[in-house]
């Protein structure tokens, strides 16, 4: 079984502050998706990562995809009330297996 | 479009009830999930559904039937509520063919059985 742990579980913030979060696994994916969810909400894609090494930017948002394609990391900059929400990463293990493995996701709270 | 639509926002059942929670999308997506997303669990699979006519199981299935008529449509049905199934529900659908199974989820259900 194909696990993704993120961490933290929870973070809160001051606005204008850095953050990073992480999900990790000891399983390779073909590819990495993160999630935000905002409360009463349903999760929305961010982005994907495929290759390994890659990194995606989202205005302040920087994903990165481990070399070995079983870790990634969000960092956000200078953090906004407007990011506020569970973060969840999302792996697929590709080829014809359509199920994805979610992580349990992180909790960021950005305080005015 | 719409995009995934869910019907209803809210429910409350008692034990023993039945009902169907409703999922449709207009984006002509072949593939639709359910998840259960409960504290501290993150998202679990129920059932999905690669197209019209063909199901199946999930990580997490007792208790839930499923059937694809159409494209559209996604009911997910609850034969005898427990209060083990009170969670909040999300219906998603993805595109056949890319290989990343991106998912377009909907807004959810949240479930209470007393």
């Known amino acids: 079984t194909q696990l993704l742990e993120q961490s933290p579980q929870f973070l809160s913030i001051q606005e204008g502050e850095n953050l990073t979060v992480y999900c990790n696994s000891s399983s390779v994916f073909s590819s990495l998706q993160w999630y935000r969810q905002e409360p009463g909400e349903g999760p929305v894609l961010l982005v994907t990562v495929v290759t390994g090494g890659e990194v995606k930017k989202l205005k302040r948002l920087t994903f990165q995809f481990g070399d070995a394609r079983k870790d990634s990391s969000l960092h956000i900059t200078a953090a906004q009330p407007g990011d506020t929400g569970l973060y969840l990463c999302?792996?697929?293990?590709?080829?014809?297996?359509?199920?994805?493995?979610f992580g349990k996701g992180t909790l960021l709270t950005v305080n005015p | 479009n719409a995009g995934v639509t869910q019907t209803p926002k809210f429910q409350v059942l008692k034990t023993g009830q039945s009902m169907t929670l409703q999922c449709a999308q207009d984006?002509?997506?072949?593939?639709m999930s359910w998840y259960r997303q409960d504290p501290g669990m993150g998202l679990r699979l129920i059932h999905y559904s690669v197209g019209a006519g063909i199901t199946d199981q999930g990580e997490v299935p007792n208790g839930y039937n499923v059937s694809r008529s159409t494209t559209e449509d996604f009911p997910l049905r609850l034969l005898s509520a427990a209060p083990s199934q009170t969670s909040v529900y999300f219906c998603?659908?993805?595109?056949?063919?890319?290989?990343?199974?991106?998912?377009?989820f909907g807004p959810g259900t949240r479930l209470t059985v007393l």
């Open positions: 984006m002509n997506h072949e593939y």
């Open positions: 998603a659908s993805s595109r056949r063919g890319r290989s990343y199974n991106e998912q377009f």
């Open positions: 999302a792996g697929n293990s590709g080829g014809s297996n359509y199920k994805l493995t």
